[in-house]
């Protein structure tokens, strides 16, 4: 059974620094893929970016970027230069090949402070 | 463009009434999904369907029910109520091919209170 992981309930963070969010997986299937979504108060789930475990680099989206150690098994989002729009929960997930459900970690509460 | 579609964004419902739920897409995706979401909790898959293939959750509770009468359309039907089934729904779709690589749509969300 796959397992997402988030250890970080909440973030405080100050504007304009960089800020790294964790997520660490659990899947014996060789093939996957984890994506990152970004959930503002209103409640709509924004894809931010994706990461293939048979990708040769890391993905990066603008100021999104995953930094992809598949030997540990983690998918950590880092975003550079932080801004208050940032402030959102965040959630990691991953779905296996063959398997049509997205599976959604804990999520973390960024807070982007002035 | 909106392309995944929920209705209503807010639903306030009587314990015990049955509600239903919409949502749609202009996507033709052939997956679309409905996850139930409590407050600062994950979203928790309660049932998808893969084209008119329905597949339902272990642990999703009889009282919720749901149609896709064609690709565009998706309803989340709950017969009764309770109060807690009070959270945000949300529809999402995807296209699946076989590998693990397509992200899920989200639409907006409708927010259910039971009173």
């Known amino acids: 059974a796959q397992k997402i992981t988030q250890t970080q309930p909440g973030m405080f963070v100050q504007e304009k620094e960089a800020v790294t969010l964790d997520c660490t997986y659990d899947?014996?299937?060789?093939?996957?893929?984890l994506f990152w979504y970004k959930q503002p108060s209103s409640g709509e789930m924004i894809f931010l970016i994706y990461?293939?475990?048979?990708?040769?680099q890391n993905a990066t989206e603008g100021r999104y970027s995953l930094n992809f150690q598949k030997a540990r098994k983690s998918a950590n989002l880092v975003i550079s230069a932080s801004q208050l729009g940032d402030s959102a929960m965040y959630f990691c997930?991953?779905?296996?090949?063959?398997?049509?459900?997205?599976?959604f970690g804990q999520g973390t509460r960024l807070t982007i402070n002035p | 463009d909106a392309m995944v579609i929920q209705n209503p964004r807010y639903q306030v419902t009587q314990f015990g009434k049955p509600v239903t739920l919409s949502c749609s897409q202009t996507?033709?995706?052939?997956?679309m999904y409905w996850y139930q979401q409590k407050s600062s909790q994950a979203p928790k898959l309660l049932f998808h369907?893969?084209?008119?293939?329905?597949?339902n959750e272990a642990d999703t509770p009889d009282n919720f029910q749901s149609r896709r009468p064609n690709t565009s359309f998706c309803f989340l039907d709950i017969r009764s109520p309770g109060l807690g089934d009070a959270a945000m729904y949300l529809c999402?779709?995807?296209?699946?091919?076989?590998?693990?690589?397509?992200?899920?749509?989200f639409g907006q969300g409708t927010r259910l209170t039971v009173v």
């Open positions: 999402a779709t995807s296209r699946f091919q076989g590998q693990g690589n397509t992200e899920a749509f």
């Open positions: 899947t014996s299937d060789p093939s996957y893929g």
């Open positions: 990461q293939g475990s048979y990708d040769q």
């Open positions: 997930a991953m779905r296996e090949p063959g398997a049509q459900k997205l599976v």
């Open positions: 996507l033709n995706h052939n997956v």
């Open positions: 369907y893969y084209d008119k293939d329905f597949n």
